[in-house]
């Protein structure tokens, strides 16, 4: 089955810019999605086909994909950004149709 | 604005079942695609099953076939998730989340607790 690897945690101060990876093979030739999931919270899509952002998503959050790696950016990181979040691609596993990455907690210093 | 809420979650014994709703407003129900997907306590999320509009196709997790299944009545604007011989390693909060056309979950609802234990 395919697998999508995060690395469990990144952390950087308020103002800076995160960039959290999403590797899988040849992941930049399918559509990667991003949620973020604050504590005790339901998952919210933050980025989708790569790049593009639901209505009422900040500009500060965007999207890119390339080879191996898809990658989250977070520009002009605040402290509400802290939270896990969870890249996702469809299709490329017969068992499991949606798959999701493992999580990275994004945690501001 | 689409809201779901799920419903349906408790204590269950191993070997037991239950059946999760996930109802819907702000929407025309009929017209929507919804998926569950689940995640263990301090652990990440993992897709379940999905159904679509009018009740086909529906995909659910080959790990989970034979035990979960997913079925929709329009009539109640609502979508079930019926598990059977539930496993100590089902216990996790269940979402409900409408799919959009792009394979994403664009709209959650805030979960149901299912907890195996004996």
């Known amino acids: 089955s395919y697998v999508l690897t995060q690395p469990p945690s990144v952390s950087v101060a308020p103002g800076q810019t995160a960039r959290i990876i999403c590797g899988g093979d040849?992941?930049?030739?399918?559509?990667v999605h991003w949620y973020q999931q604050r504590p005790g919270q339901a998952p919210v899509l933050v980025v989708y086909d790569d790049r593009d952002r639901p209505s009422g998503i900040p500009e500060r959050f965007s999207g890119s994909n390339s080879g191996n790696t898809a990658t989250l950016t977070i520009d002009r990181v605040e402290a509400g950004d802290e939270a896990d979040y969870y890249c996702?691609?469809?299709?490329?596993?017969?068992?499991?149709?949606?798959?999701f990455g493992g999580g990275t907690r994004l945690t501001v210093l | 604005q689409v809201q779901l809420e799920e419903s349906g979650g408790g204590l269950v014994r191993p070997g037991g079942s239950l059946r999760l709703s996930c109802s819907a407003s702000g929407a025309i129900f009929r017209d929507l695609y919804i998926g569950w997907i689940r995640q263990a306590p301090g652990k990440g999320l993992e897709w379940v099953s999905y159904?679509?509009?009018?009740?086909?196709?529906?995909y659910t997790a080959d790990s989970l076939k034979g035990r979960f299944s997913i079925s929709r009545d329009d009539a109640k604007n609502s979508v079930y998730l019926q598990m059977n011989s539930l496993r100590h390693e089902d216990t996790a909060v269940y979402y409900c989340?409408?799919?959009?056309?792009?394979?994403?979950?664009?709209?959650w609802g805030r979960g149901t607790l299912v907890t195996v234990s004996s």
């Open positions: 159904i679509a509009t009018g009740g086909s196709p529906i």
């Open positions: 040849n992941v930049g030739s399918k559509s």
């Open positions: 989340a409408t799919e959009s056309g792009s394979r994403t979950f664009d709209m």
């Open positions: 996702q691609v469809w299709g490329v596993s017969s068992d499991h149709l949606w798959v």
